[in-house]
């Protein structure tokens, strides 16, 4: 069955430092691969999309996450965090032919220090 | 409207007991999903709707769950017996003919106590 593996429940990281988020998906077929990200007590807003289009997408507030088939991995990066970043961080799939449901990954806290 | 709309945002019930989870889709959007998501998990699929339909509810975890969507607009979930398990925020995301990349409501924070 299709899984999502978020790579630690939870990154810190300082103020204009490098932000990466850890994603792999486990599918014989590339799905289509989503990044949401949660505030509190807040819906999930997303954040970018991959669908077999380019393999390097980017997604609002300076997000970008890179798709590697060969890696099975679609890793969100950011080059430098803002305060405003620290959220819950979900990655998802949809594996195709499903209706567009989608498969998350458990999540990655993400906190960002002065 | 101009997003998702679930009502009530929290509700606070006793096991046993009938609740009711009501969803606003945005205008227009045919497909309509229901999630829960469980204290520091990601969202579970629930049950998908493709217009009036249910057009897959592989993910209700037993009898007690149910959903309807009659006219193709709102969406009501209903949980009956509730128990302490069923404790979780319940998600609820609408799109255009099942497009990927659907718009979240703020969710419905069930307790039960």
């Known amino acids: 069955a299709q899984s999502v593996t978020q790579l630690g429940s939870h990154v810190s990281v300082s103020e204009g430092a490098l932000v990466l988020l850890r994603c792999n998906y486990s599918?014989?077929?590339?799905?289509?691969l989503f990044w949401y990200v949660q505030y509190p007590n807040q819906g999930l807003q997303l954040l970018l999309k991959?669908?077999?289009?380019?393999?390097l997408v980017k997604g609002i507030n300076g997000f970008e996450a890179e798709f590697k088939k060969s890696e099975t991995s679609f890793h969100l990066t950011k080059p430098s965090a803002h305060m405003s970043d620290a959220a819950e961080y979900f990655c998802?799939?949809?594996?195709?032919?499903?209706?567009?449901?989608?498969?998350f990954g458990q999540g990655t806290e993400l906190s960002v220090k002065p | 409207g101009a997003g998702v709309s679930q009502t009530p945002s929290n509700k606070v019930t006793e096991k046993g007991k009938y609740v009711e989870l009501r969803c606003d889709p945005i205008?227009?959007?045919?497909?309509l999903y229901w999630y829960r998501q469980s204290l520091g998990q990601g969202p579970e699929f629930l049950i998908y709707?493709?217009?009036?339909?249910?057009?897959?509810d592989s993910g209700l975890p037993n009898d007690r769950f149910f959903a309807v969507r009659p006219e193709g607009s709102v969406s009501t979930l209903k949980i009956q017996r509730t128990e302490r398990g069923d404790s979780a925020v319940y998600l609820c995301?609408?799109?255009?003919?099942?497009?990927?990349?659907?718009?979240f409501g703020s969710g419905t924070r069930l307790t039960v106590v």
């Open positions: 205008s227009g959007h045919t497909a």
């Open positions: 995301a609408s799109s255009f003919q099942g497009s990927n990349g659907y718009t």
């Open positions: 998802a799939a949809a594996p195709g032919n499903q209706g567009g449901k989608l498969i």
């Open positions: 709707f493709q217009g009036t339909g249910a057009a897959d």
């Open positions: 991959y669908t077999s289009a380019a393999t």
């Open positions: 599918s014989s077929v590339p799905p289509y």
